[in-house]
């Protein structure tokens, strides 16, 4: 069975996405959890779990920042706060919370995400044995890896098949120095659409922002593994992420409910090259025109990448 797990940027949203044939939302407070669309009270979280499990979803929080000691100290309150609101899984980037989830008694289901870490089958199968789910897998995995990856998996390997790629992140707050240095104030989050372009390529489009996690730096172009979702389905990839930080709320619903109806294909053995290429150009339609959409990492050969 296919399980597609879809991020949430506000509570009207979340409502929405509760409609669809999804099975986990995914949300999280700035805090603890990276690059969210939103970053959501204590009181907000636990209505969304409410409203998951009224809906028979799942609920999906991220706690995968690397909690640096002042973040660290708040951790065991947080992890109370969920395990006592039944949220059904955390993602997890910093294992000293896992050492903590255990000599505190408060172990919640949890998926590993090191963003970048996680390209083997080794590595999935070591966080297994240290109590996760599952892993993500790095988005710089091509298909000739993940096919080898899929034959000895302990645990699965969530894919990202649609939404932004971080390539760069740092705890310097790199967009705050460079302000300093130019003497303007600006906003520094997402919603001012900061971007990076290559010299001389000013087709380039690298979005950037910061938070309290440091500086986040995307790739140019976003994912769209729509094209490719039945082979990701051959090898048993099939817990798939939705990710709609870039992508405007009503137009990610619509998103959602595209890779369902890729989902529902699959699985009743209709899918077709009419169906991909409708739900290809669909998912271009609802896209943010300045921002590019490809298959990322999937189609290169391993050989080429530095």
């Known amino acids: 069975m296919i399980e597609i797990t879809a991020t949430v940027n506000s509570l009207n949203q979340g409502k929405a996405l509760m409609a669809t044939d999804i099975q986990s939302i995914y949300f999280g407070m700035e805090e603890f959890g990276l690059r969210l669309g939103n970053s959501f009270t204590l009181e907000e979280q636990e209505q969304l779990i409410k409203l998951a499990h009224l809906n028979n979803k799942k609920a999906t929080v991220a706690v995968n920042g690397i909690m640096h000691p002042e973040k660290m100290k708040k951790i065991p309150a947080y992890l109370k706060f969920l395990k006592e609101n039944n949220v059904d899984a955390i993602v997890i980037g910093d294992p000293g919370i896992i050492y903590l989830m255990h000599q505190l008694d408060l172990f919640i289901p949890f998926l590993y995400d090191g963003e970048t870490l996680v390209t083997s ?3 999935i199968n070591f966080w297994v044995k240290k109590g996760a789910k599952g892993a993500v897998v790095a988005r710089e995995v091509p298909f000739d890896e993940l096919k080898i990856m899929s034959g000895n998996l302990n645990g699965f390997g969530e894919i990202q098949v649609f939404g932004p790629t971080c390539i760069h992140q740092s705890k310097r707050p790199l967009l705050q120095n460079y302000f300093n240095y130019i003497d ?9 659409e900061w971007f990076l372009s290559e010299p001389k390529k000013p087709e380039t489009h690298y979005a950037i922002y910061e938070d309290s996690h440091g500086t986040h730096i995307f790739a140019n172009n976003d994912l769209n593994l729509m094209p490719v979702l039945p082979e990701l389905v051959q090898y048993g990839f ?3 992420k939705l990710d709609g930080l870039f992508t405007p709320e009503e137009n990610f619903i619509e998103v959602v409910e595209n890779f369902v109806e890729a989902k529902k294909h699959l699985e009743n053995n209709s899918w077709n090259t009419s169906v991909k290429d409708h739900l290809k150009g669909e ?3 609802l896209h943010p025109a300045k921002r590019g959409l490809d298959l990322g990492f999937f189609p290169l050969d391993p050989a080429t990448i530095k």
Do not use: F
């Open 283 to 285: 998912i271009r339609r």
């Open 184 to 192: 303007v104030n600006e906003k520094k989050d997402q919603s001012r």
């Open 238 to 240: 099939t817990h798939w």
């Open 121 to 123: 089958s080794s590595q």
